[in-house]
């Protein structure tokens, strides 16, 4: 595949090596040779086995746990590519980590969100592509192009096909304020109603639900977020929406599986009946459980590739 007379090549990260592949695969082009490894006092070596030199270059790397380690691994990746004259480096990112830390929560906070873009742009990226950001604003961190897609097309169409013609049995709800715009969204793409759950958060990773604004009795509800982190936001809406909103079934679409912390536990021991995740961060073997589905984002980002290097606009992806 060419655009502009350059190939264009895909190399992954340690973190994305599935999603990676699923890309070039899409693209029907080989996934690029490198090989990232460790000294033994943890410094990270990177090492690129094919000419880059005139290549349009793609980094598949999400900034998932270890968050340093990839970060780094991305950084140095960069300079590799740029020493060795690629003619541009992207770096795809469908989880864009320190994502939360996007202002000044109190007095003397940084804003790691910030840091983070600049240490990409200071390496030598040249465009980033990324998916589902925490904080839209994140896009205006960066001085370099940033094409942000969003994995709400890609839910929404699964939780279509479960509905059916049964529309008016669910309802979406959205877990806290924050999340309002998406979840409404969310609601007009598979054709249902929308309730909000306020909730208040008394301290970092610790949230209790106040109220529920909305009609959600004898409905199944379908909970809609950006990530799952430690699960309390999402588990403690469930048995909210169960045990004070008179729901029937609960269902949760998010599209970042941080799932940290006691995560997997309270999902298993909650209400919920399905948890429909992308592959944004990889979900490893020993936290697979029965009430995961996961949904592939490489033909999405794949095509938004294709677009940007054969000039076309990327806005159409984004209601996909």
Same mark, same amino acid.
């Given at each position: 595949?060419?655009?502009h007379g350059k190939d264009i090549k895909i190399f992954a990260g340690n973190a994305s090596k599935d999603v990676a592949q699923a890309i070039a695969g899409c693209l029907n082009i080989p996934l690029g040779k490198s090989e990232t490894t460790t000294f033994s006092d943890g410094e990270i070596s990177v090492s690129l086995h094919e000419s880059v030199r005139g290549s349009d270059c793609f980094i598949v790397q999400s900034t998932c746990a270890p968050v340093n380690?990839?970060?780094?691994?991305?950084?140095?990746?960069?300079?590799?590519?740029?020493?060795?004259?690629?003619?541009?480096?992207?770096?795809? !990112?469908?989880?864009? %980590?320190? #994502? @939360?830390?996007?202002?000044?929560?109190?007095?003397r906070d940084p804003i790691s969100a910030k840091l983070c873009a600049d240490l990409l742009t200071c390496a030598g990226a040249d465009r980033v592509l990324t998916m589902d950001l925490h904080a839209n604003q994140i896009q205006g961190f960066?001085?370099?192009?940033?094409?942000?897609?969003?994995?709400?097309?890609?839910?929404?169409?699964?939780?279509?096909a479960k509905i059916g013609g049964n529309s008016e049995d669910f309802i979406v709800v959205s877990p806290d304020l924050g999340s309002v715009t998406r979840s409404r969204n969310f609601a007009s793409k598979?054709?249902?109603?929308?309730?909000i759950i306020d909730k208040r958060r008394p301290k970092a990773n610790v949230c209790e639900v !106040?109220?529920?604004? %909305?009609? #959600? @009795?004898?409905?199944k509800v379908v909970l809609v977020?950006?990530?799952?982190?430690?699960?309390?936001?999402?588990?403690?809406?469930?048995n909210a929406i169960v045990e004070k909103g008179g729901a029937t079934e609960v269902y949760a679409c998010a599209t970042h599986a941080v799932l940290s912390g006691p995560a997997i536990e309270r999902i298993q021991k909650s209400v919920i009946k399905e948890v429909v995740l992308l592959d944004t961060i990889p979900v490893p073997e020993d936290k697979m459980i029965d009430k995961f589905t996961i949904l592939p984002v490489a033909p999405l980002f794949a095509d938004a590739i294709e677009r940007i290097y054969a000039d076309k606009p990327v806005s159409p992806l984004?209601?996909?």
């Open positions: 595949m060419n655009f380690d990839n970060l780094m691994e991305i950084l140095i990746m960069i300079d590799a590519m740029k020493r060795a004259s690629a003619a541009s480096i992207t770096v795809v !990112m469908p989880y864009f %980590g320190y #994502a @939360r830390q996007d202002r000044k929560a109190k007095a960066f001085n370099i192009p940033v094409d942000h897609l969003y994995g709400a097309g890609l839910l929404a169409d699964y939780m279509k598979i054709g249902t109603g929308l309730a !106040m109220n529920i604004i %909305g009609d #959600a @009795r004898g409905k977020d950006d990530m799952i982190d430690t699960a309390g936001t999402l588990c403690n809406a469930a984004y209601n996909k």
